[in-house]
């Protein structure tokens, strides 16, 4: 009976090495996601009213972990379910259509968000900003905050599947608990680290405001006022880095799922300075696509309203 114990012990500790191992890879494999998930969320969850800042992140951070343990289980029973069809003679790729499907989403979202900003300016220029934005403010707060929180959400879920899809395929030869236990501290770190970080970013500015109070010393407020001349500019920056991000992971998963584009990529990769021909390339795929999409989902959305609109 010790003997039994000591052997159970022995085998969960060896599980528990083999996780810690296959947690590091994986990490390395996603950490260009996650840093792409940290501009994104950062972006959407700011523009909130100072003292809703930290519940708006707590509350997309709570859909985080929600959307990871969708993801997680969903993933494991996909894989499984794709490897059961492909030992059947059954080559569907389940994983790679439904990250196909994600990249568009990105992609679309991205586009929007220009699209949505060119025609803010135009308005500008027209002279209308302050009656157009007069007209933009919510009624109803708590509304545009909840809409706010999800569409957050939702594009965690994207990048969040993202995540968990590379930490798959890093574990894919690996048994099934190792599979499960790497995953699942994947998607807990992941999400702490992501929206801790988030967190420190939207109150940098009061930080910095509390640095600058009378009772501070001379370095003190020194700091406090960088920070505040600091904590707009990152604002900026990664709003920027945010649509720049939804367009390389989307345009990444496209280059990576469709042959046609993963080919000409392969073929063409010698021709690309390196990294950065081959984001340069992701993210024209994405911002291409989203444009389809958004001209479509327009079309489309104009062919219901006159469809509604009674004939005369």
């Known amino acids: 009976m010790p003997s039994s114990f000591f052997a159970l012990f022995d085998d969960i500790a060896s599980l528990l090495d083999d996780i810690s191992a296959m947690t590091k890879v994986a990490a390395g494999k996603t950490a260009g996601v996650v840093g792409d998930d940290l501009a994104v969320n950062a972006e959407q969850v700011s523009g909130s009213a100072a003292d809703r800042e930290l519940p708006v992140v707590w509350a997309v951070a709570k859909g985080s972990m929600v959307n990871k343990a969708i993801l997680v289980p969903a993933a494991m029973g996909i894989s499984l379910l794709e490897t059961w069809l492909h030992g059947r003679g059954y080559s569907i790729p389940l994983i790679l259509s439904l990250l196909t499907i994600g990249g568009c989403y990105l992609c679309y979202e991205g586009v929007e968000k220009l699209a949505h900003e060119a025609v803010k300016r135009h ?3 027209n002279g209308t900003a302050v009656v157009e934005e007069i007209e933009e403010l919510p ?3 708590a509304a545009f905050e909840r809409g706010k929180i999800k569409g957050a959400i939702r594009t965690d879920f994207v990048l969040s599947a993202e995540i968990i899809v590379i930490s798959l395929g890093t574990v894919a030869m690996e048994p099934l608990l190792t599979k499960l236990g790497v995953l699942i501290v994947i998607a807990v770190l992941m999400t702490v680290g992501v929206y801790g970080l988030v967190a420190g970013i939207v109150k940098l500015d009061d930080f910095g405001l ?16 960088g920070l505040l001349a600091l904590a707009p500019r990152m604002m900026q920056f990664l709003s920027v880095a945010g649509t720049v991000a939804m367009f390389l992971v989307g345009g990444g998963i496209l280059v990576h ?3 046609v584009l993963h080919h000409f990529a ?8 390196g990294w950065f021909g081959v984001a340069l390339f992701n993210i024209g795929v994405g911002m ?3 444009l389809l999409l958004l001209v479509a989902v327009s ?10 609109q009674p004939a005369s």
């Not at 509390?210 to 006022?225: Q, V």
């Not at 079309?299 to 509604?308: G, Y």
């Open 257 to 259: 799922g469709i042959p």
């Open 266 to 273: 392969q073929a063409h990769a010698d021709d690309m300075p």
């Open 123 to 125: 308005r500008r220029r």
């Open 139 to 141: 009624e109803d707060l």
């Open 288 to 290: 291409a696509t989203g």
């Open 210 to 225: 509390y640095l600058t109070r009378p009772d501070k010393n001379r370095g003190a407020k020194a700091f406090g006022r």
């Open 299 to 308: 079309a489309l959305t104009r062919l219901r309203k006159r469809r509604r």
